[in-house]
C-alpha cells in the first residue's frame, strides 16, 4: 500500500500546487460527413459529434470526482474541415463554422478545434475556401478554433500561404475588434504540426488518425515550481532530476485520467501531451519555474537555457510515465495566460526576440502574443516566416498565435478573459519586409529532409 | 489497452481528513462509511504542519452508494467536524507512486 507521505503528497499537488488535467479532447473523424449539398454535410457533421461525444462531459466529471482531480477542459476536435467540407458546392465554409459550434454548446465543450487547412504544400480549393472562411467564422462563432499549417521540415514553407495568414490574421482581428481582436486567440499558424495535440487552439483530429480517439494534456508548472523551490541550492544534475520526477508523476496522472476517460466512452486512448500548460491563475507559471532556478526575471539572459533544461527534463520524465506520448509536449510559452509572462513583458524583459529565442528550444512558439493594431500584414507574415523557419530547420513544430490589437499601441493593455488571460501590447520591428515575403512560392526544404 | 489494473484485494478508497484535531472525527467518518457498507482496511494519522491529518483505505466493492453519494456524505461530515475530507480511487495513488 501507500506511505501517509506519499498520500499527503498527491492531496498537495491537487489541492496546493494546482496539479489538474487541462483537457480531455475527444478526437472525432468527420471523414464521413463530406456532402455535395452542404447543408447536408453540415447536418452529418452536427449529428456525428453529437452522439460521438454525448458522454464526454458526464465522463470528465465522472473521473474528477472518483480520482479527486480537477479536469479543466472538456474538448473536441475533428478532421480538418477544409478535407471534409470539399466536396460540397458552396463558396465559402462559415456555415460548417456554425455547424461544429452548435455541436460543441450541444456537447457542453468549451472549445473545439479543427476549422483548419494543411497548406504547407500548397492550397487546394477547399483550403483557399477554408482560409477565407477563417475571420468571419472566429467572429461569429464562440468555439471554434482554427490552424493552418504552412511549413514542413520535409516540404518547406508555402510563403504564398504565409502571407495570406498575415492578411487573414489582419481581417480576423478587425472584424473582433470590439474584443480586443479576440478572433486571434483562436487562430494557430503551424509548422510541422502534430495530428494529435490536445492543446486549444491548435487541436485537430489529423488524417492518419482513428475514429475516435481520447488524447489528453496535463498542466502542472505549479507542482514543478515547488519542486525546483525545494533544490535551490543544488547544481543542474540535481535541478534537472528533480524536474523529471516530477514531470513523471505530472504525467502518470494524464495517463490514468486518459485510460479511464478511454475505457468509459469506449474509444481507444491515444496519447498523452506532457506539455507543461499555465495558467493565468497565481502559482500556474511557467515564467515562475524559469524564475525560481535562479532567474530575477523571465526573459533576461539565460532564459533560453533554463527553459531548454526544463523543456528537456519534462520530456524525459514525462516519457517513462507514459506509454504513448504524443501531441506538442514541450514548455508552453503563452505570454497572456502566464502570470509571469504578462509581468516580465510589462516590464520590457521578456521581448519577441527574446520569445523567438525560446521557441527554438521548447514548444510551441510565438504564442497568444498581442502587438499594435496597426501592424501590417506583410510583418505579420515576416513573423510567422520567421518562426516557421525554425521550425523547419530544427525539425519540431512551431507556431504563430499572434493579436494585432485594433487600436491599441505600445502601452496599452488587452483583455481576453478566462484561461486566454491579459497581455501588455508589445513593440515590434518598423522597417518593411513586405518585398519580402511577396515574392510568392515556397522556402526549399532543408538538406536535412533528404533522408530516404 | 484501456483497462486500469485493478488492485486484488478489490476496489479500495483513500479517504483523507485533514484538518485541526478534535473530539469525533473517526467516529464521524467512520459512521458514514459504516452507513454505505464500506469496509474499512485500514487507518493510520499523524500531525503534519500541525494539522491533524488522517488517512482511511475502504472497500467500496460491496458500497451500498456510488462514490457521489459518498463524497457528499463525507462532506457533509466534514462540515459539521469543520475539517476537509475527501475521498479518490486508490488508483490515482497507484500510477503516481508505483510503476
Known amino acids: ?452 | 489497452m484501456n483497462h486500469i489494473k485493478k488492485d486484488e484485494g478489490g476496489n479500495r478508497v483513500v479517504i483523507s481528513v485533514i484538518g485541526k484535531d478534535r473530539v469525533g472525527i473517526i467516529a464521524g467518518v467512520s459512521n458514514v462509511l459504516k452507513d454505505a457498507n464500506v469496509n474499512i482496511l485500514d487507518i493510520s494519522q499523524t500531525i503534519m504542519q500541525d494539522l491533524f491529518t488522517m488517512i482511511m483505505v475502504g472497500d467500496i466493492t460491496g458500497s451500498s452508494v456510488d462514490m457521489a453519494a459518498l463524497k457528499d456524505k463525507l462532506n457533509e461530515t466534514a462540515e459539521e467536524l469543520g475539517v476537509r475530507i475527501d475521498a479518490q480511487h486508490e488508483d490515482i495513488f497507484h500510477y503516481m507512486h508505483r510503476i
Open chain 1, 1 to 452: 500500500m501507500f506511505t501517509i507521505k506519499e498520500i499527503m503528497e498527491t492531496i498537495r499537488m491537487v489541492q496546493e500546487e494546482k496539479l489538474d488535467i487541462r483537457t480531455i479532447t475527444m478526437g472525432i473523424s468527420l471523414r464521413d460527413c463530406a456532402d455535395s449539398n452542404p447543408e447536408k454535410a453540415c447536418q452529418k457533421i452536427y449529428d456525428k459529434i453529437t452522439t460521438r461525444a454525448e458522454k464526454l462531459v458526464a465522463a470528465g466529471e465522472e473521473i474528477e470526482r472518483e480520482f479527486g482531480i480537477p479536469i479543466v477542459n472538456k474538448r473536441i476536435s475533428v478532421t480538418p474541415i477544409s478535407i471534409v467540407a470539399e466536396a460540397s458546392e458552396c463558396q465559402d465554409y462559415v456555415n460548417f463554422a456554425k455547424a461544429l459550434d452548435k455541436a460543441a454548446a450541444q456537447v457542453g465543450v468549451n472549445f473545439i478545434g479543427g476549422f483548419s487547412a494543411l497548406v504547407h504544400k500548397g492550397t487546394t480549393r477547399g483550403d483557399e475556401k477554408l482560409i477565407r472562411s477563417i475571420p468571419e467564422a472566429l467572429d461569429i462563432t464562440e468555439r471554434v478554433c482554427s490552424s493552418v499549417n504552412v511549413g514542413t521540415t520535409k516540404d518547406g514553407i508555402n510563403m504564398d500561404a504565409v502571407y495570406r495568414m498575415g492578411q487573414i490574421i489582419v481581417d480576423t482581428a478587425g472584424r473582433t475588434a470590439d474584443r480586443d481582436g479576440l478572433g486571434c486567440a483562436k487562430l494557430v499558424v503551424f509548422t510541422n504540426v502534430p495530428e494529435d495535440n490536445p492543446f486549444m487552439a491548435g487541436a485537430f483530429h489529423g488524417i492518419g488518425e482513428p475514429e475516435c480517439v481520447i488524447n489528453v494534456g496535463v498542466s502542472g508548472p505549479g507542482v514543478v515550481k515547488k519542486a525546483v523551490d525545494k533544490v535551490k541550492d543544488q547544481d543542474f544534475g540535481m535541478l534537472a532530476e528533480t524536474v523529471k520526477n516530477t514531470a513523471f508523476k505530472v504525467t502518470r496522472m494524464g495517463e490514468l485520467v486518459g485510460r479511464a476517460a478511454a475505457e468509459k466512452l469506449n474509444v481507444p486512448f491515444g496519447i498523452v501531451d506532457l506539455s507543461l500548460a499555465p495558467t493565468p491563475a497565481v502559482g500556474d507559471s511557467v515564467a515562475e519555474v524559469l524564475e525560481s532556478m535562479g532567474l530575477e526575471m523571465c526573459g533576461t539572459h539565460g532564459t533560453t537555457a533554463a527553459l531548454a533544461l526544463l523543456n528537456d527534463a519534462v520530456k524525459k520524465g514525462g516519457a517513462m510515465a507514459s506509454s504513448y506520448v504524443g501531441g506538442l509536449s514541450g514548455a508552453f510559452i503563452p505570454v497572456s495566460e502566464d502570470a509571469g509572462m504578462i509581468r516580465a513583458a510589462e516590464k520590457g524583459v521578456l521581448t519577441l526576440e527574446k520569445l523567438e529565442a525560446m521557441t527554438c528550444v521548447c514548444s510551441v512558439g510565438l504564442d497568444m502574443i498581442a502587438i499594435p493594431g496597426d501592424t501590417s500584414a506583410e510583418t505579420i507574415a515576416a513573423i510567422i516566416a520567421d518562426e516557421a523557419a525554425i521550425g523547419m530547420i530544427n525539425q519540431k513544430t512551431t507556431a504563430v498565435r499572434i493579436i494585432p490589437a485594433p487600436g491599441k499601441k505600445v502601452g496599452d493593455h488587452v483583455e481576453f478573459g478566462g484561461l486566454l488571460g491579459h497581455a501588455p501590447i508589445m513593440p515590434v520591428k518598423k522597417p518593411s519586409s513586405a518585398h519580402f515575403v511577396k515574392r510568392g512560392g515556397r522556402i526549399p526544404a532543408p538538406i536535412h529532409s533528404l533522408k530516404n
